[in-house]
């Protein structure tokens, strides 16, 4: 099994999505790590900053986000494979307006709530890069990477993680695709891995089955 790595701006190079989309087909089984698009990171700490303040007048900021997935969406994708990013996209972001709308009312201001609302970065890009494969698996990393509760600079609880993921991919026969950056803390919160959570994400695939090469 191979642990492919990459950040959500290679969505966003169609000419080099093509030489990786044909390498990954040649390497199955597979899991691959994904991050957020390039912008969309900038973009959720913004709306979060504004819902914040005002708990509304972030609308054209949230129609900016999901302009860019859509539009994204519909030059990499079509049939099926559309229909179902656009449905499981409009649940996720369906979801995401009605946390920022209630985030000012409710005084919602905990790590907590941030690295919830920052995860769906990662979910909306890794969703998207599954439906480039016919029959891929879209995983939630936050069901395998566990963590203690130290908001902002989490650590992985290693071998509980590493086992978690061996019942997750251990029988898996094709492609997988989970989020890079986001854990889940033994009270089921979601957890950011920080900066080099990516990295962290596709290690811990690693130690977990051992005879994987990183790309």
């Known amino acids: 099994m191979i642990v492919y790595k990459f950040k959500g701006a290679v969505l966003q190079d169609p000419e080099g999505l093509v030489a990786i989309k044909n390498r990954i087909r040649e390497n199955v089984p597979c899991i691959i790590v994904v991050s957020a698009l390039k912008g969309v990171m900038p973009r959720l700490r913004a709306l979060y900053a504004q819902s914040l303040k005002k708990g ?26 559309l229909r179902e990013y656009q449905e499981e996209m409009e649940l996720h ?3 995401l307006y009605e946390i920022l709308h209630n985030v000012a009312p409710v005084k ?14 990662d979910i909306l890009a ?3 890069f599954s439906k480039l494969f016919e029959n891929a698996l879209w995983k939630d990393s936050r069901d395998f990477i ?28 094709g492609i997988a695709v989970v989020p890079g950056y986001c ?12 900066r080099v ?11 977990a089955f051992q005879q994987i090469k990183v790309d």
Not at 62 to 68: E, H, I, N, T, V
Not at 70 to 79: E, F, P, Q
Not at 147 to 169: D, K, L, V
Not at 185 to 192: L, Q, V
């Open 126 to 128: 890794s969703l998207l």
């Open 183 to 194: 854990g889940k803390t033994k009270a089921g919160y979601t957890i950011s891995l920080g």
């Open 197 to 207: 959570g990516l990295s962290l994400t596709a290690s811990l695939l690693e130690s």
């Open 56 to 81: 509304a007048g972030f609308e054209e900021e949230f129609a900016g986000l999901r302009k860019l997935h859509v539009d994204l969406a519909m030059s990499l994708l079509s049939g099926n494979s």
């Open 146 to 173: 566990r963590t203690n509760s130290n908001f902002g600079a989490p650590e992985i609880w290693w071998e509980e993680s590493c086992q978690a993921a061996r019942q997750e991919f251990g029988n898996l026969k």
């Open 93 to 95: 972001l369906t979801e």
């Open 108 to 121: 919602e201001s905990s790590l907590a709530m941030k690295d919830y609302i920052l995860a769906k970065g």
